[in-house]
T-cell receptor
């Protein structure tokens, strides 16, 4: 079955440093979505990427979808303590199965 | 209203109990989902309902029984659970395969 892996599992940064998490799927994706889950909270949608090679920005967050539609990345510039949480990518297979497969997640800790 | 609500927030039950988790959304979404999430793990899909019909069952044990009474409501009936079923149970909804809106979850403890 489809597998979605993320690295790193955990990252601890100083406030102001940049952060990147990478997501790799074992199969080609129809789209990829990113979610953030704060400690004790629930996943909250950040963005969806659909096109090969797509790049989207949201303030300090930059999302990329690979040319082969099998990998993606999320980059945060100048982290803030409000960025703390676990970031999940979630891929939608292009086989027609209408369900997301969540990546393993990257937990971000930001030291003030 | 862009909110998914879940009740109860917390639930403690014994292995012989029967209980139900409830989920509601009023965004007109026709896809609704149950996920199970263990600590420090990603959400794990259990069931998908599409237009009130069960479309995906991820080989979930029969002690979990989903129900979709109408397009706004989703229930998860629990019976004879095991301690390893203790987890956060998340409900979500979406329009087609677009962004999913998650509820706050029910934190379940099975004694």
């Amino acid at each position: 079955g489809q597998q979605v892996m993320q690295i790193p599992q955990y990252q601890h940064v100083q406030e102001g440093e940049d952060f990147t998490t990478y997501c790799n799927s074992s199969t080609t994706l129809s789209n990829i979505q990113w979610y953030k889950q704060r400690p004790g909270g629930h996943p909250v949608f950040l963005i969806q990427l659909v096109k090969s090679g797509e790049v989207k920005k949201q303030k300090r967050l930059t999302f990329q979808f690979g040319e082969a539609k099998k990998n993606s990345s999320l980059h945060i510039t100048a982290t803030q303590t409000t960025d703390v949480g676990t970031y999940f990518c979630a891929g939608l297979s292009n086989t027609g199965r209408r369900a997301l497969t969540f990546g393993s997640g990257t937990r971000l800790q930001v030291q003030p | 209203d862009t909110e998914v609500t879940q009740t109860p927030k917390h639930l403690v039950m014994g292995m012989t109990n029967k209980k139900s988790l409830k989920c509601e959304q009023h965004m007109g979404h026709r896809a609704m989902y149950w996920y199970k999430q263990k600590a420090k793990k990603p959400p794990e899909l259990m069931f998908v309902y599409s237009y009130e019909k069960l479309s995906i069952n991820e080989s979930v044990p029969s002690r979990f029984s989903p129900e979709c009474p109408n397009s706004s409501l989703l229930n998860l009936h629990l019976h004879a659970l095991q301690p390893e079923d203790s987890a956060l149970y998340l409900c979500a909804s979406s329009q087609e395969a677009n962004e999913q809106f998650f509820g706050p979850g029910t934190r379940l403890t099975v004694l």
